[in-house]
């Protein structure tokens, strides 16, 4: 069984920086992708940065890209979301998931293509 862990979130202000985890058990692949995810009150789930675990190969949304960075560890089976430079936009719920599906390097930011794994999420609060 695949379980997902957020942490990392909290409030900061306009600029500041979180560095968001998501430890993974119970992972049998040994290359996926992995998504980070956030979601606004009264908004749809977006696709904010993704990861292919073997080489790191990596996505980003234009909203993020040269503020966010996303990196893995595979010893730990942990993805990580450094946030640098944020904005009150980017105040949302952050969740983390894999797709297991993919046969290359090539991961998506469509949250429909993660459907079978989400963790709990961490919030994310950036005041002006």
């Known amino acids: 069984q695949v379980q997902l862990v957020e942490s990392g979130g909290g409030s900061v202000q306009t600029g500041g920086s979180l560095r968001l985890s998501c430890a993974a058990s119970g992972v049998t692949h040994s290359a996926y992708c992995m998504g980070w995810f956030r979601q606004a009150p009264g908004k749809a789930r977006e696709g904010v940065a993704a990861i292919y675990t073997r080489g790191g190969t990596t996505y980003y949304a234009d909203s993020v890209k040269g503020r966010f960075t996303i990196s893995h560890d595979n010893a730990k089976n942990t993805v990580y979301l450094q946030m640098n430079g944020l904005k009150p936009e980017d105040t949302a719920m952050y969740y983390c998931?894999?797709?297991?599906?993919?046969?290359?390097?090539?991961?998506?930011?469509?949250?429909?293509?993660?459907?079978?794994?989400w963790g709990q999420g961490t919030q994310v609060t950036v005041s002006p």
């Open positions: 998931a894999p797709d297991f599906s993919v046969l290359t390097d090539a991961c998506s930011l469509v949250p429909g293509r993660y459907r079978n794994y």
